[in-house]
C-alpha cells in the first residue's frame, strides 16, 4: 500500500443516487488532491486542499462536492451523475503545493461506473 | 492542446526485450519532469524524476533520458518483465502547476 487508502475500490451507482468516495492519508501530508482519470486521457486535476483549504476548483459541475473534515482525510461527494462521469478517481496527497520539489501518492483509485 | 504529448499510445512487446517511450512537452518555465508507472486497477507510483540539469536518470531497469533544449524526455525499460505491463505517464511540473501526458500502455507477453 502506499500510504494513501481509497474507498470503495469500484462503485456503480443510477443517475439519481447520492454517493460518497473517501481518502485518507498517514502519510504526513498536508495537500490533498482528486483526479479524474479517463480512458486514454490525461489526468484531470479536479480539486485541491491545503491545510484543509480548496485551493483549487478546475471548474468541476456541482454535482461533485468536496470535503476535508482535516489534513488527512477527503470526500467527494456525488450526485445526480451523469454516463460520462464514469471514470477512475484518483485521490493523491503531497507536501505543500509550491515547494519546488514535491511528489504525489496517489491512492488505488475508486472505479465509478454510473448507469 | 495537451502541453504533455506521448507516444506511441500503446505498444506490445516480448519478455525479454527493450523498449523506449517518448514523451515530448511545451510546458515553460520547466520545473522537473516525473514518470510513473500505473498498474492496472491502482495508482501511478513514480519511477525517476528529472531536473533541468539532469540528462540520464536510472531505476533498476528503467532509464530516463531529458533533453530540456528540445523539451523531450525517454523511458527505456530494459529486458522486459511480466510485471513491466502497464501505463506509463510523464508528468511536467512548471513553478506552479503539473501538466500529465495520456500515458502510454505497455503489454509484455510472454
Known amino acids: 500500500e502506499t500510504g494513501v487508502t481509497q474507498t470503495p475500490r469500484h462503485l456503480v451507482m443510477g443517475m439519481t443516487n447520492k454517493k460518497s468516495l473517501k481518502c485518507e492519508q498517514h502519510?504526513?501530508?498536508?495537500?490533498m488532491y482528486w483526479y479524474k482519470q479517463s480512458a486514454k486521457k490525461p489526468l484531470e486535476l479536479m480539486f485541491v486542499?491545503?491545510?484543509?483549504?480548496?485551493?483549487e476548483n478546475n471548474s468541476v459541475p456541482s454535482r461533485f462536492s468536496p470535503e476535508c473534515p482535516n489534513s488527512s482525510h477527503l470526500f467527494l461527494h456525488l450526485h445526480t451523475l451523469q454516463p460520462e462521469d464514469s471514470a477512475l478517481y484518483l485521490c493523491?496527497?503531497?507536501?505543500?503545493?509550491?515547494?519546488?520539489?514535491?511528489?504525489?501518492?496517489f491512492g488505488s483509485g475508486t472505479r465509478l461506473t454510473v448507469v | 492542446k495537451n502541453q504533455v504529448e506521448q507516444s506511441p499510445q500503446s505498444l506490445i512487446i516480448l519478455e525479454g526485450k527493450n523498449c523506449t517511450l517518448q514523451c515530448n512537452y511545451t510546458v515553460s518555465p520547466f520545473s522537473n519532469l516525473r514518470w510513473y508507472k500505473q498498474d492496472t486497477g491502482r495508482g501511478p507510483v513514480s519511477l525517476t524524476i528529472m531536473t533541468f540539469s539532469e540528462n540520464t536518470k536510472s531505476n533498476g531497469r528503467y532509464t530516463a533520458t531529458l533533453d530540456a533544449d528540445t523539451k523531450q524526455s525517454s523511458l527505456h525499460i530494459t529486458a522486459s518483465q511480466l510485471s513491466d505491463s502497464a501505463s506509463y505517464i510523464c508528468v511536467v511540473r512548471n513553478d506552479y502547476k503539473l501538466s500529465f501526458g495520456a500515458g502510454t500502455t505497455v503489454t509484455v507477453r510472454a
Open positions: 502519510l504526513g501530508h498536508n495537500a
Open positions: 486542499y491545503n491545510f484543509k483549504e480548496q485551493t
Open positions: 493523491a496527497s503531497s507536501q505543500e503545493p509550491g515547494q519546488e520539489d514535491y511528489g504525489y501518492t
